[in-house]
């Protein structure tokens, strides 16, 4: 690649700092972390359990699969979980191309992690996916314990945590999920934003 | 619809008013103006061209539509420009189906007029369309004179600004386009996350 | 009006979208509603409850009224709850003085709408007032869910709230009064800034 | 005073460092110094003066002034200078009720020292009074070094600065003057906000 | 010092209005106090204490002190306590020269205070220390109060505020402690930060 | 390690996230990133520069190194280059023991890295070292481009920037280097906050 396109590539990276994840700005966090503090910290814990575990584990693998999982959200942003019902079908063709389309040449090292990610089966996939989905309930813990925000929906995310068969994942959520309970304490979770109401059951009400 | 159901439409509403309006945020603007903002001032830039022209204007039809107009994104998030390729196939069904699930027994008043805007037939939906493109040149011509982010792409957008046959709309983006060009000066645009580069290219390059 | 008019008119309306709620920033809220919003989603709440109920409602009229109500603040900012015994006596001319400074020519149709607003008589006024009250009590329910800043001074918003005759405004206060309440618990209310205290007084005690 | 009223009289104090200086929210500064940065620097500044002048000076007095030469913002807020022809006649009024409502039993020693100040006669005064528009001017000059928000407005603040006798005051207010000047270089002003249209005035323009 | 000399000054105590204190940071406090605010509340405070006291009190040095305490920090930024272990030993000697080089021809006047109220000797360095443990320990409630990060940790400090003689002040804290306490409830306190874990333990432990 | 102090070390780095990068700070750049956005992009800039070269690279390596290479400032801050005459003889031996302290047993991989990074000599020290500079002067164009702060004193990075041998790194950074100096254009350079006045200097001055 040449310099002004591995700098164009950069400078799209870039503005993964500038996005919030969305999902706090739902729960009225303010100021919430921004997409690449979600890759930087998936990244430490990662390495972090990896450290943990007897099995050897390619670091270069599991870093890189952190901190490019996000790529498509350069051109596509930060979608949130109640777009899935309109989204799921195309979602994943569409951040293949982006990514494609924002990496140029470097794509073809990245994309196969990502691919390798998505699939599940090896130990580095299996160790970022446990890594990702154990920072975003550590973050909700934080933000709790911070009075940030409304975190009574992540009680649910925290209760069924998945550790792929990572066994310090799994005894790390189980810190963070008592945590959590204890921030939380009694306070009630209003489901908003998912609800599938038809226009006819409204009138019904009405 | 049941008092808890307005609520709760209320509540995915005001939503927009913690939406950043994504635009701003590619080009570097600190703190930018929010979807409801945008709404905002659609509706008020309406109104006031709305009282310099000529023909009657059902009002109530004009200023519901500026408001409502977004309400897609209340689920869908407001997607940037350059996320175009990837999604514009599915982007409005995708958006309608959202804003039905969002009002339940409100949509029935509210998606007519949606519909009626994106035909862009009546006099009152190219009012609107006309204030809504009108509001985002002006917003850049803001942020260029308070040197707020990148400014240099929206060069482009108050060139290419259609009225749709209002007349004053026409008018006041002379104005916004003459201002915009003495704010901004000679500042270099740099054309950046709207390329499709192949692998293929970039190895050819490199 | 002329072009250049047009533009000021527009960029002072803009105005709004930077000043941010002072109720809010009082009660420590970080980065809260700015006064477009609030006008944004008085706009839609009236808009909503008008579907509610069976009386024919004038739309243009309920809408431009909340998009409007605050026109003054635009020069005069949005002035505390606690500003009111020093400011009360002129508040009203003064707003309305702005009001017209601000809209020119757009003056002659929005003026009448705040007068006859204020009046509380029609409607479309009632509506509108009831729809702005729900505003504020809904806004310290979100604030309260979100745990920004002290919602506790609201309770007695929400305790007080006058429907106006709405019917739906009523009911959907209700659950706002009660959802407040939970989120709330046992909240102490310091009643801080509201004070009269006289010097003399202060001596006595010290 | 008793604890209570003395913490009462504390976090009304406190307030000014959650207010915005509004003049700085107008000409669109990203996230504005508060009141009390204002006075603060107020006080570095006189204090700085004031080490360089012959005379002796009560510097008890001096602090003390610029400390709380802003008391009555605590409840009414910071009104921008688009406000002065709504406002003026009652202002000072308002703004000394309130101090003393604030302040209790610690007003007895504070309101002369503002009533002093007020009058610019003693050297305390003039020296306070130098070192705030010092402040004004200097803070323009950071914000357009910075590229923060539009100063081309207080070009003419600095153009017209009165050191009111204070020799080093004027010495520096040069200083100042130059590197705003440098900063904005031909920046327009466009001048926003201050206009006094009948709305006559715009129909014969229409 | 001539003009550029004071107008350097000037620039870098601006600077501290732009520093956060770092403490909030760590506690998750959503856009919190500058140093400059926390100079000008102490400030404040001692004023107010001082008002209590029958002993006469040099004014200009105590608001001097108040105000020029952190001068250092314009440099050396506000280190957190969790540094201590690393940095104390050389931490207030980098604080005086870095005050000496900022503050040129002012430290001759300025230093000696910084220095008498480092010894805690005089009424006047008492007055300002207690007003600054006392303006720590109300920021903390106050955050409480608005829910703004994890105030936990600042039990312990209101608990051994030491008044250092001052009547009022002791007073003060009490209602603030209790406030505090109030405020937090049962919330847990997770010592995160200060602990000096070796790796043999954690060896140990795993 | 357990998992409380695997959580404890999760959550201790996780605070780079919450530190904005200071320098930006002094340069007046609103909201600017964190820390943990430069360990973000460092990494990411260091990925694709390997990918660029012919040498094979230990991946694993170079990515730990940028994302653990600013731990120590979990509990020292990020401290400005300005303090350097004050910190330097210490920072390192402080930066080194809080690693220790924060990263626990999981120091014992990490530090090595550290160690391997600090002498250079290594091609993956020499590519981070690169990668990390490159950060800092694509930061300082972004933000020239996007007007934030005022970016003049990076004009001297850019120009003394170093590729340690690594070829891309070099040719990138001509390119930034060009586009900066496009963005900057004229602007003078006040060099503030720097200087080393002697009090004496300055009383022979006056």
Redesign the interface.
């Known amino acids: ?20 994840r ?1 999902g706090w ?7 919430p ?2 997409v ?2 979600h ?3 998936t ?3 990662a ?3 990896a ?2 575990i007897a099995e050897p584990v ?7 699969m952190a ?2 999982h996000e790529t498509g959200e ?7 979980r ?2 899935a ?3 799921k079908q ?1 979602k994943r ?3 293949q ?2 990514s ?2 924002i990496l ?6 990245v994309l196969p992690l990502l691919e390798e990610m998505h699939e599940l089966e090896t130990l580095e996939a299996r160790l970022v996916e446990a890594a990702e989905e ?1 920072q975003i309930i ?2 909700a813990m ?2 709790a ?6 975190m009574s929906e992540y009680r649910r995310d925290a209760e069924k945590y998945d550790p792929l068969g990572i066994g ?1 994942a799994a ?2 959520a ?3 999920k008592r ?1 959590l309970g ?2 939380l304490g009694e306070k ?1 979770y ?1 489901e ?2 998912y ?5 006819a ?3 019904a ?2």
């Open positions: 690649m040449n310099p002004d396109r591995i700098l164009e590539c950069m400078a799209e990276m870039h503005t993964l700092t500038r996005l919030p969305i700005i739902m729960a009225g966090v303010p100021d972390e921004s690449s503090d890759c930087f910290e990244a430490i814990i390495y972090m359990l450290q943990q390619d670091m270069g693998k599991v870093l890189a901190l490019f350069v051109r596509l942003t930060d979608l949130p109640r777009s019902p309109y989204v195309f063709k569409a951040e191309d982006a494609v389309d140029g040449g470097v794509a073809e090292s154990l550590a973050a934080y933000y314990k911070e009075n940030r925000g409304d310090p005894a790390v189980e810190v963070v945590r204890e921030y009630p209003w908003l934003g609800s599938r109401h038809s226009v059951d409204d009138r009400k009405g």
